[in-house]
């Protein structure tokens, strides 16, 4: 028995040991990890604006709100809002934009830091910090005008003050401004977010479970009280009404682009749960951390299960041990992903959307294992997290390196800022300079990627055609020339980015395929750009359609 008891201590003894070497050599190793974010960072940065689409609109809608006093409404508005002030001073300058996001990207890990190194092991803050940075998966977000790396410095700073007024409470209540401070918080986290109003029933369910009934009861006061001011705010200076809830729309259906499919049945947000834990747990959770390749497509069932489990055995440790900090950020984390799980349709199928998350999974899953393996007698167990973090350390670095095209962020210094984006987005993006410099300002240009076209021409406003839900050519036309639509343009944007298959995003040319078949002469091509998956400019003449309408006789003599 005291054998045991022995060989047990020196199991403790040897992963403290570690620990202890850890933070011993603390500065050395936050100057190592400084140096490795600074160099990857720079390596990782990306100097164009993302095809995707969202990393424009941001910007866009904050040159509205500037230009134009139109209050964003679609996805969260803060971002833009902030996004405002640097365009106020800098105009459409992308690199200052793009810097930003570096520096928020920044003040996250810094705050993330400071939130949790006084309640985890430096096995599990190191383990993550050293996870995160040497991840270009992450580390993009430093170069995107995404809002992934606002809300995360957002978070950050929540997660700290929570995390302060949590201890104060060990000792007396919570104070009226606390609460208020706290709420103020949780509403940014919302309208940076959507998907974080969640975080309000997690800061509320941890008050009601710890009885702070106080803390309950003002916190949901304040909340409400700003969230209202906020609506009767937004809907006072802003020309639009509703409450802006499109995307709410939108996440109802079964689809997001095709309305007549209906909307989801409670069975179809099930499956949506299921398959997205496979999505984003199975297979984008396994690339974060290394143990894929990074364009690996399967989602075997097996990695969620086992994913979950570990967090439920963490959720259940950390409550009866009383881990307050990290039993909240179970809840936290429960709620967010799982309210993202149902939510969205799997078809986004996008690393971003659990992005925001990651580090809070990995230090609750990192001090989950650390904790029940440290307890084990046997020594090659306690080895056992720590060659786990290893491991994902060094195949997430070499993921990185991989992944990393050197050569185009000096490209793009030098002013090739083209450089990196397939054909088809250069020919795209040259017709949008092309119609910026050449066409009179008079000109209006229809597209299908209209925000990216307007950045690209200094500015210039282009009409979006997303989707229509007409094929009669006469609506089609009648719905351009209402918005005084003078030109049309045609891309050949690749349906799948990573190659091109011959597939493309051929919303336009439906739409002009219905008029042409009635009206064959209303399309005059006027410029072509590109060898291969070229863009094409046409004028559009609305006199062909006119001439053949039928004589309106309402004013003609009946007599």
């Known amino acids: 028995m005291k054998t045991k008891q022995k060989n047990k201590e020196v199991s403790k003894t040897a992963f403290s040991r570690l620990n202890d070497q850890i933070i011993h050599n603390k500065k050395n190793l936050i100057i190592i990890a400084a140096a490795f974010y600074l160099l990857l960072s720079f390596f990782t940065f990306n100097l ?3 095809e995707g689409g969202d990393d424009s609109a941001y910007i866009i809608r904050a040159l509205q709100l500037l230009e134009e006093g139109r209050f964003p409404r679609f996805q969260g508005p803060l971002y833009p809002i902030t996004l405002t002030v640097f365009v106020a001073f800098f105009g459409l300058n992308t690199l200052i934009l793009k810097i930003s996001s570096w520096a928020f990207l920044t003040i996250s ?32 977000f430093a170069s995107q005008t995404y809002s992934e790396a606002f809300f995360m410095a957002i978070q950050g700073v929540f997660l700290l003050y929570l995390f302060h007024t949590i201890e104060w409470q060990k000792d007396q209540p919570i104070k009226i401004s606390q609460a208020a401070i706290l709420s103020i918080l949780l509403i940014a986290l919302f309208l940076t977010r959507t998907v974080a109003l969640i975080a309000t029933p997690a800061v509320l369910i941890y008050f009601a479970l710890q009885k702070q009934k106080r803390a309950f009861l003002l916190t949901a006061s304040f909340v409400l009280i700003f969230i209202s001011a906020y ?71 097996l990695p969620a299960l086992l994913l979950y489990l570990t967090f439920i ?37 996008q690393v971003r959307l659990i992005i925001p998350f990651f580090p809070l999974i990995l230090i609750f899953l990192i001090k989950t294992l650390c904790d029940y393996f440290e307890a084990s007698k046997y020594k090659w167990k306690q080895k056992v997290p720590i060659t786990l973090i290893l491991a994902a350390i060094i195949l997430t670095g070499a993921q990185t390196i991989r992944q990393t095209d050197f050569s ?8 090739e800022t083209l450089y990196g984006y397939t054909p088809d ?17 008079t000109a209006y240009v229809a597209c299908r990627k209209p925000n990216m076209a307007r950045l690209h021409s200094g500015g210039k406003k282009f009409y979006g055609i997303y989707n229509f839900n007409s094929e009669n050519p006469d609506t089609l036309l009648m719905q351009l020339q209402r918005r005084n639509v003078t030109h049309i343009m045609v891309a050949s944007l690749r349906k799948n980015p990573r190659m091109k298959t011959g597939q493309v995003i051929n919303t336009i040319h439906r739409y002009m395929s219905f008029i042409a078949k009635k009206y064959p002469e209303t399309f005059i091509l006027r410029k072509e750009i590109g060898k291969d998956e070229k863009s094409w400019l046409f004028e559009i003449n609305y006199a062909v359609s006119q001439a053949n309408q039928p004589p309106d006789k309402s004013n003609q003599d009946t007599n």
């Open 425 to 441: 987005w250069q020919n795209y993006l040259k017709m949008s300079r092309y119609i910026a410099e050449e066409l009179p300002n």
């Open 231 to 301: 609506f009767l705010f937004s809907n006072l200076i802003s020309e639009t009404t509703g409450t802006g809830n499109e995307q709410l729309t939108s996440l109802m259906q079964k689809h997001p682009y095709d309305k007549t499919q209906g909307l989801e049945s409670l069975s179809g947000f099930l499956m949506r749960f299921w398959e997205n834990s496979k999505i984003y747990l199975s297979k984008h959770f396994m690339i974060l951390t290394g143990f894929k390749q990074a364009m690996s497509l399967t989602k075997p069932a």
């Open 48 to 50: 164009r604006i993302s």
């Open 408 to 415: 185009t962020i000096f490209k793009n210094i030098k002013g």
């Open 313 to 349: 055995l963490g959720i259940v440790r950390f409550f009866r041990t009383n881990q307050k900090i990290l039993f909240f950020t179970g809840i936290y984390i429960a709620l967010s992903v799982g309210l993202t799980f149902f939510a969205l349709q799997p078809l986004w199928d």
């Open 109 to 140: 890990l810094l705050f993330l830091w400071k939130a949790y190194a006084p309640k985890v092991s430096a096995i599990t803050l190191f383990g993550t910090i050293f996870l995160l940075i040497f991840n270009h998966h992450f580390l993009y």
